[in-house]
């Protein structure tokens, strides 16, 4: 189920990325724009939180910022559910 997530938030952001130069939506397009902005600043939010986090898994700091800014919670919410299993 995760993979299909991830392949589906690989879409969208080839999509948010196209419709730059060619606006896929014709006057919709714009809530193309809005949704991935509103997505990128939280997943930037994403990237200060677990920035941590981010440092202790990946060999490389700018993979990890990479990956959280692509998929989000879908790989934060690994983290988020080891602190949980991990709590008394």
Known sequence: M????????????????????????????????WIGIGLLIAHAIECVIFHKDIHREYSSPLEGYI??????LLRTGEWIGKKNSTAP
Do not use: C, D, R, Y
């Not at 995760?2 to 130069?21: R, Y």
């Open 67 to 72: 990956v959280v800014l692509l998929f989000g």
């Open 2 to 33: 995760m993979t299909l997530l991830k392949i589906g938030q690989l879409i969208f952001w080839i999509a948010f990325a196209i419709n730059f130069a060619f606006p896929l939506l014709g006057e919709n397009s714009q809530w193309l724009t």
